[in-house]
């Protein structure tokens, strides 16, 4: 009486690929070693991102135009009614953040080139963190926000500083936007084309047939 030539799933060595301890080249084990391996570079570029926001800040209290308030002893008012500055504050901070944002797309692109998952994440997180610090860091060196307290400090009748805010709070979002999209545009221009593969030994046979 002769063996079986097929050997059962049992006689299979433990080394075989599809016992139950292997995992299968680009499996979960190796899906979460390339995340790891890309956590160091979005680290590095969010802190980088992150603190241009200490220069947006600094250029927001710079550029953005001032509201003037006058206090007549009992009340503080608009100097100007029909003033838009406050307008103005929300508009400069808009457009300082899209600049950030583009210039921050390309600088990351430019110095990653190749891509990954690490940067993109990390200039997204950075772009909205540098706006948040960007924007509490702007109200912390503007003016006071107790205009009471400014108004009794200047007098009656003399023409003072509101404090620096941001009305809408969607302009925070101007720089992670601008940041996304510019990388995303860079990235389809200019990024690295996957390579398309060549006909393989058999349309070549086929065709001689």
């Not at 991102?49 to 710079?62: C, D, E, I, Q």
């Not at 583009?102 to 706006?131: D, N, W």
């Not at 023409?159 to 709070?169: E, I, N, Q």
């Not at 996304?180 to 221009?189: D, E, G, P, W």
């Amino acid at each position: 009486m002769t063996a079986p030539l097929t050997p059962s799933p049992h006689d299979r060595p433990p080394h075989h690929p599809e016992s139950a301890g292997d995992v299968p080249p680009g499996g979960p084990a190796t899906l979460s070693r390339a995340l790891r391996a890309e956590l160091p570079s979005a680290a590095v570029v969010a802190a980088v991102v992150t603190v241009s926001g200490v220069l947006l800040g600094f250029l927001w209290l710079w550029l953005a135009p001032r509201v003037p308030l006058i206090s007549d002893g009992k009340a503080v008012f608009l100097r100007s009614s029909e003033g838009e500055q406050a307008i103005g504050a929300d508009g400069t901070f808009a457009l300082l953040g899209l600049g950030f944002g583009a210039v921050s797309a390309t600088v990351v692109f430019l110095l990653r080139r190749a891509g990954g998952v690490g940067p993109v994440t990390g200039l997204a997180v950075g772009a909205l963190l540098g706006s948040l610090v960007a924007w509490r860091l702007g109200m912390w060196l503007g003016p006071t926000s107790d205009v009471v307290a400014h108004a009794r400090a200047v007098g009656k009748g003399v023409v003072f500083d509101a404090p620096l805010r941001l009305g809408a709070k969607g302009m925070l979002l101007a720089f992670p936007l601008a940041a996304m999209a510019v990388h995303l545009l860079l990235t389809a221009l200019f990024g690295p084309r996957d390579e398309v593969p060549g006909p393989g030994p058999e349309a070549g046979s086929s065709r001689e047939g």
